[in-house]
């Protein structure tokens, strides 16, 4: 295991990350999945609110033609999650002035209800075993602060989430050992720091900046999986490593939190 751990600062690590995130959004795969993102729909705070109430796990939705378009078909039977658009008139008294006269209902879908064409990710489950255990001592950190862990089937592109109301961690459980540590202490995180949030993104970015600062001082590499993870979040590079300086403390503090779990205790010390 390595040695990272005992070191409460994990600036070396932060500073790997704000590396990674850099090179990953220099390049030509990065432009390729922002082209591709480009594509949807940014929805409303009360479309959002509207779509995690009919399909907790919805990650990328949108509309039946949208999706013919990016060569993906909705599968029969599936149910649709309804959305308010807005009706837009012409105001013939003013050149080209758009007027909203009221919404109506329309029907989007999640990605996990269509098949087709893969979608570009520059997020890749990491693969590899926990011979260590370590899983399972990342289940008792998260019972230390009152969390339950319960193994679950997300379906699509979900790993995992956090439940603050009901003190419950929920971890995708066909993924590989390896992507189920980094989910986790991603979610602990979640669990210590964000009961209350502003920034949805500034959280997602605070918890698997976190995540892999634990990984990685645990001897997992998640950089597959966590630059792209923060960059697409954050915005891309730039902002990516401008809001990991501004939360470096809380990361590190967070990451501290967790490790200790894997400190030797001070009898072992003194057996050694």
């Known amino acids: 295991m390595s040695n990272y751990y005992k070191n409460n600062n994990h600036s070396e690590l932060i500073e790997k990350l704000s590396a990674g995130i850099a090179g990953l959004t220099s390049s030509t795969e990065w432009q390729h999945y922002l082209d591709f993102q480009s594509r949807f729909h940014r929805y409303s705070y009360s479309n959002t609110l509207l779509i995690a109430a009919q399909r907790r796990d919805a990650s990328q939705v949108a509309g ?6 990016l060569n993906r078909s909705v599968r029969k039977g599936e149910k649709a999650i309804w959305i308010l658009a807005p009706i837009i008139y012409h105001n013939v008294d003013l050149d080209d002035d758009k007027v909203v006269r009221g919404f109506k209902w329309i029907a989007v879908f999640d990605v996990t209800q269509t098949d087709g064409e893969g979608l570009p990710s520059v997020c890749n489950r990491i693969d590899g075993e926990d011979a260590k255990g370590i899983y399972v001592k990342l289940v008792e950190v998260a019972e230390s602060i009152g969390f339950t862990v319960e193994d679950h089937e997300f379906g699509g592109s979900v790993n995992g989430d956090c439940v603050h109301r009901e003190h419950l961690i929920r971890v995708e459980s066909r993924n590989s050992p390896a992507q189920r540590i980094k989910t986790l202490a991603h979610e602990i995180t979640h669990a210590i720091l964000h009961e209350d949030f502003d920034s949805r993104p500034l959280a997602e970015l605070e918890a698997e900046s976190t995540a892999y600062v634990v ?7 998640s950089s597959s999986y966590s630059f792209g993870y923060v960059a697409s979040w954050s915005g891309g590079g730039e902002q990516a490593i401008a809001g990991i300086k501004a939360s470096c403390e809380r990361i590190q503090k967070t990451a501290a939190i967790i490790l200790r779990a894997f400190e030797p205790s001070s009898a072992g010390q003194q057996a050694a």
Do not use: V, Y
Not at 215 to 221: H, K
């Open 215 to 221: 990984c990685q001082a645990l001897g997992i590499d």
């Open 64 to 69: 039946f033609s949208a999706w013919r378009k």
